[in-house]
């Protein structure tokens, strides 16, 4: 089982970018979707979940601008991110919660890719 994300970049402040994270592999079901951050020196933080069922939670600092969404047709997840700051800038990871045709349940990450705001 793996996951690999893609869609990052460099994007001006108040821009937007689409982040997207397909898992593969041998999967039975996968549970819990999200995505988290990280910048030099510090944790990495989350930014959004989603159930299976699509309920979403988000960190305040991007309410009202990220959108988490996932299409288990698919097993992706998805982060819409609009007016996008500064602040935003960081390398963002998915991860999801996967059980495999095994019956083995575990925790997977993404590789990582970096968003850039930056004028």
């Known amino acids: 089982v793996q996951l690999q994300a893609s869609g990052g970049g460099l994007v001006q402040p108040g821009g937007s970018l689409k982040l997207s994270c397909a898992a593969s592999?041998?999967?039975?079901?996968?549970?819990?979707m999200g995505w988290y951050r990280q910048v030099p020196g510090k944790q990495r933080e989350l930014v959004a979940g989603i159930t299976s069922g699509g309920r979403p939670n988000y960190a305040d600092s991007v309410k009202g601008r990220f959108t988490i969404s996932r299409d288990n047709a698919k097993n992706t997840v998805y982060l819409q991110m609009d007016s996008l700051r500064p602040e935003d800038t960081a390398v963002y990871y998915c991860n999801a919660g996967i059980r495999s045709t095994d019956w083995r349940f575990g925790i997977y990450w993404g590789q990582g890719t970096q968003v850039t705001v930056s004028s």
């Open positions: 592999g041998s999967i039975f079901s996968i549970n819990d």
